[in-house]
């Protein structure tokens, strides 16, 4: 590597350059500690020599370091200014550039077409905050397998992914991916290590999928209706929540006795393991 990107200098040189400023629609923040990026690229890419996927390249401060350590990088960029400065500036056979946006992306079909290449596939990104949420769960409704996901993020959207039971954070997102993959925290990151800075900092979590689920895959979408419900309203216990749901009182207390659940208990005191309990009981009473 000739000289990181992910350096104020370099990135405003390449602004200028271009006539890339940033632009708050897209949420840009643009990374300028080369330590930060290199920690980040090495944890995404693994030691597997699996194909990375980056979302919202950018300039590529990241792209850079992940074509060191990845055998191939393909990245979505929403921004029409970007691809010809990450093919240019970059300069790797490792990189396909697609401008696209990722969120339109038929996730399934690029997979489909890794898989048949027998290539593993994680992701990557320095997501933007407004749209975190939604990436994450389309990439985590995909049909075909993914090798892990690496993405930074507000440091308040980290906590409730990885919140634990009895906290303030701690929702029905907390516990619908935590049914879903093991998280790690690689790091948090400092607000002022981005160019411009952000007014919050931002954590890096890695998703991990776990292979195997209490819940048949067809049941998954029921149970995470429930999980949602249960939450609805923190303030309120989780037999009225429940009972909203199901629309019979009756129903609702005899459910919960049956799982074990105190009647007064609320949603955000309860394990993983508590809401599939309670979801297999009410199947059984279906």
Known sequence: MEQPIATKKRTREIQEKYQAQTKKSFGQNFIVEPGVVDKIAKAACGNEGASVIEIGPGIGALTQYLCEYAPEVVAYEIDPRFPPILEKEIDSDHLKVILQDFLETDVDKVLEDFEKQNKKVRFAGNLPYYITTPILFKLFEATHPV?????????????????????????????????????????????????????????????????????????????????????????????????????????ASAILEKAGIPLNARAQQLELSDFIRLFEVMKDED
């Open 147 to 251: 090798d892990a996901i690496t993405v930074m993020m507000q440091k308040e959207v980290a906590d409730r992914f990885t919140a634990r039971p009895s906290s303030k954070e701690y929702n029905a997102l907390s516990v619908i991916t935590q049914y879903r993959t093991d998280i790690k925290k690689i790091m948090d990151v400092n607000r002022n290590v981005f160019w411009p800075s952000p007014n919050v900092g931002s954590s890096v979590l890695q998703f991990t999928f776990k292979n195997d689920h209490p819940i048949p895959v067809e049941q998954e979408k029921e149970f995470f209706e429930l999980v949602k419900a249960c939450f609805t309203q923190r303030r309120k216990t989780i037999y009225n929540n429940l009972q909203e749901y199901m629309k019979d009182k009756e129903a």
